[in-house]
Every structure is written in structure tokens, then in C-alpha cells.
């Protein structure tokens, strides 16, 4: 998090470092041990999520106060990348939790949860029956299918549910949805132009929404091989994810990635100090350090050993909870950091089953490409000719294999 408001360990971590040296979950003694304390940390103009939580236990079946409670911890879960608070979201919404005929604000928020646990099957049923149903949300939930089905690498689909959603959503919403299709059907420069386009009028949307514009825009300008105007896009994202007192990790990740491809590791540590709890984030840390440690810094160097056990020991609590959340970032590490391509490509073939996106694509590659196994790569080119996206980054992947990957 931006401003060190967070988790603030409290009674028994002497105890849990011990243990975490070593590799092993700790237990408490007895259920009256306090193993952590957190403080309450507090959305951009919302109360705190101690308040709403009170309100909402005072009512706990009335719909807004319990929409309040999950929705604020659905944000905090997503911002701070912890699952506990999916589980404070979905006890907020227990009482329709099984129900069909749930108030569509509750599924819809529901789906998002699902969707947050990659619960998908469950999560498009929801979705649907907004969408089939006349009700305002199913225009919300067109665009929610359509960033699934992005993700899955089907653009054909989303861009069904996006060019449906178009009409009944805000203008860079729509802008972003329509134009994240047309990067992955092989219109990149079309959609980054529409995309450019829609942000200067939209300066009352969302900061949500733009930053997800900002995310999108930078990734199609990557794709086009232009990285002045990825960078651009890069930082009015940060600037307004600053402004209002929150945080992206997707952003800063993918900011990150950009930064260290181009061998700017000191923006990358300045960028991500603020961040070490985030697994994604402290990830693109260490790689930061490791890089400046080969290149003289001991410092650094020693820094990235600690941070590496650290990443070490949290990937395999995320295994232990069956968490396939971070498998992507697990590949990335098991690469880049541990040097085992073999448990890289384990991941990212595992990953691929239900994540299928350039960035996916250039990372399975990759790992196949260190572990001598070009029969994984065959569903990278399958996928790319099915879809027809173009990416100069896929490009130089594919090209570096010897011989060549096929093209499309």
C-alpha cells in the first residue's frame, strides 16, 4: 500500500518468524492467542471496514448495509491482494449466498466474489441470469463476463457482451471493454487510437474505471512496439491511483514488468518500496534487487536473498490453501528468480487451463523455451491463430526459439 496503512503484526510474531525461517504453517497454542492484529484500513470516501462491518451486524440481513460491508471488503481484498477478505465478503452475503432468486445487486456482487476465488463456473452462472433477467445490473454484468472472457482468450465472446453493454455503461468503460477486444483480435493500433480518443473526455469517470483505460492503453501501445506512449498511460495511472489515496497492484505490476524489460531497476524499486506485503509487487521488487545485486550492489543482492525466502514461503502457503490465484506470478518466479524453468512451465501450463492472454503467452513460452520442451509451446501457437493477436513482444518470443516457433 501506498502510505504503510496495513497489516501491523502484533502478539506472536517472534513466534511466527521462527517459524516461517523454516518453512512451517504455525499453529496457535489455544484459540484466545492473538496471532495478528490489523488495523482498519479505510477506502477513498468510505468509513472504515470496522464500521461497516458494525452496521451490518446490527442488520445483518438488510441488503444495502450488508452490500456495504462486502463490497468494501471485496475492494480492500483486491487492493491489498489478501483472500481473508473474500471471506469476510461472502459471510456479509450468507444469507443469499445459495439462493437463485437473490436481489440482483447481490448477484452481481456475488459473481464478482466467485470471480475473485476463480470460482468461474459459478460465476458466469450468476452472471447470466442477469444478463437473461431485465434488470440494471445485467449491463454490469455483460461487462464483468467481458473481462472473463478476455482473460480466457476469447475475444469473439467478450466482444459480444461488451458491443451489448455498450449503451448502458459510461463512455470509457464501454471505450476500455470494446477497445481491450480489438487489441486481442489483432487491432491493437484501432484500439489503443479509440481508447486515446475516450480519456480526455472522460474525466469524470471512475478512478476504477481509468485506471483500467490506463492498464489497457499501456499494454496495446506495448503491443504495437511504443513504449513512449506505454509509459505515458503508465504514469497518469499511477498519478491518479495516488490522487485518490488507493492502490492498483495489477497496475504496478504490469508498470513494474514494463520497467524492468527496459533495464530501469532503480524507478522499480522507488515505485514498489511502499509495497512489500503485496506478492505480486514484492516479486517485481526482487527482481529489481537481484538484477542491481549481479550488477555490484551487495546491498541489493542481500536483499533479494531475503526477499526470495520470503516469495518461497508464500507460494507454498498459497499451494497448501489450494490458492491458484498467483500461479502466473509463481511461474515468473520459479523463472526468473529460482532458475527451475521445469516449475515454471509446471505453472504456467496449469495456469493456461482457465488464463490465456499475451502475457500469459510470452511466459509460457519462455518457460518452455528454458526447459527444452517446445511440445508445451503448441498451444501458444494454436491460441495465437485462433484469435489472430498481434504483439511484437509474442513476436520476439516465438522468434527466438531455434528454430523459430511457426507463425501465424
Known amino acids: 500500500m501506498s502510505h504503510k496503512r496495513g497489516w501491523l503484526l502484533a502478539a506472536g510474531l517472534s513466534a511466527i518468524a521462527a517459524l516461517a525461517s523454516a518453512g512451517a504453517p504455525y499453529t496457535p497454542r489455544d484459540d484466545q492467542q492473538i496471532v495478528e492484529t490489523l488495523r482498519q484500513p479505510r477506502l477513498p470516501g468510505m468509513a472504515s471496514l470496522r464500521e461497516l462491518r458494525a452496521r451490518w451486524l446490527t ?44 436481489p440482483p445487486e447481490v448477484v452481481l456482487l456475488r459473481a464478482s466474489l466467485r470471480l475473485a476465488r476463480m470460482e468461474y463456473p459459478a460465476a458466469e452462472l450468476d452472471l447470466q441470469s442477469l444478463i437473461a433477467s431485465d434488470v440494471p445490473e445485467g449491463a454490469a454484468a455483460r461487462v464483468t463476463r467481458a473481462g472473463l472472457r478476455l482473460s480466457q482468450g476469447d475475444p469473439v465472446a467478450a466482444g459480444t457482451d461488451c458491443a451489448a453493454a455498450a449503451p448502458h455503461v459510461g463512455p470509457l468503460t464501454a471505450a476500455t471493454c470494446l477497445a481491450a477486444v480489438r487489441g486481442l483480435r489483432g487491432d491493437p493500433h484501432g484500439g489503443l487510437a479509440a481508447l486515446d480518443a475516450a480519456l480526455p473526455d472522460s474525466a469524470n469517470a471512475a478512478w476504477g474505471t481509468e485506471l483500467w483505460a490506463r492498464g489497457v492503453a499501456a499494454e496495446l501501445a506495448l503491443r504495437i512496439g511504443n513504449p513512449a506512449q506505454a509509459r505515458q498511460h503508465f504514469d497518469a495511472g499511477v498519478r491518479r491511483m495516488h490522487a485518490a489515496g488507493s492502490t492498483d497492484p495489477a497496475l504496478l505490476a504490469a508498470f513494474a514488468d514494463f520497467l524492468l524489460e527496459q533495464g530501469q531497476t532503480a524507478t522499480v524499486r522507488a515505485l514498489l518500496a511502499d509495497y512489500p506485503r503485496h506478492d505480486s509487487l514484492l516479486l517485481r521488487l526482487t527482481l529489481a534487487e537481484q538484477a542491481d545485486g549481479r550488477a555490484g550492489d551487495t546491498s541489493a543482492a542481500a536483499s533479494a536473498i531475503e526477499r526470495t525466502r520470503q516469495l518461497a514461503l508464500r507460494f507454498s502457503e498459497m499451494r497448501q490453501r489450494a490458492d491458484r490465484s498467483h500461479l502466473r506470478d509463481e511461474a515468473l518466479f520459479e523463472l526468473e528468480v529460482r532458475g527451475d524453468p521445469a516449475a515454471a512451465l509446471s505453472r504456467m501450463t496449469e495456469s493456461w487451463t482457465f488464463l490465456r492472454d499475451p502475457v500469459d503467452a510470452r511466459l509460457l513460452l519462455r518457460a518452455a523455451r528454458a526447459a527444452a520442451q517446445p511440445g508445451a509451446a503448441t498451444v501458444v501457437t494454436a491460441w495465437i491463430g485462433s484469435t489472430g493477436v498481434r504483439d511484437r513482444r509474442l513476436d520476439a518470443e516465438r522468434a527466438a526459439w531455434q528454430p523459430p516457433l511457426p507463425a501465424r
Do not use: C, F, H, I
Open 59 to 102: 442488520q445483518p440481513t438488510l441488503v444495502p448495509t450488508a452490500l456495504a460491508y462486502a463490497r468494501a471488503a471485496l475492494e480492500l481484498s483486491r487492493r491489498e491482494e489478501d483472500p481473508r477478505y473474500l471471506g469476510y465478503a461472502q459471510a456479509a452475503l450468507a444469507p443469499w449466498w445459495d439462493r437463485a432468486k437473490a
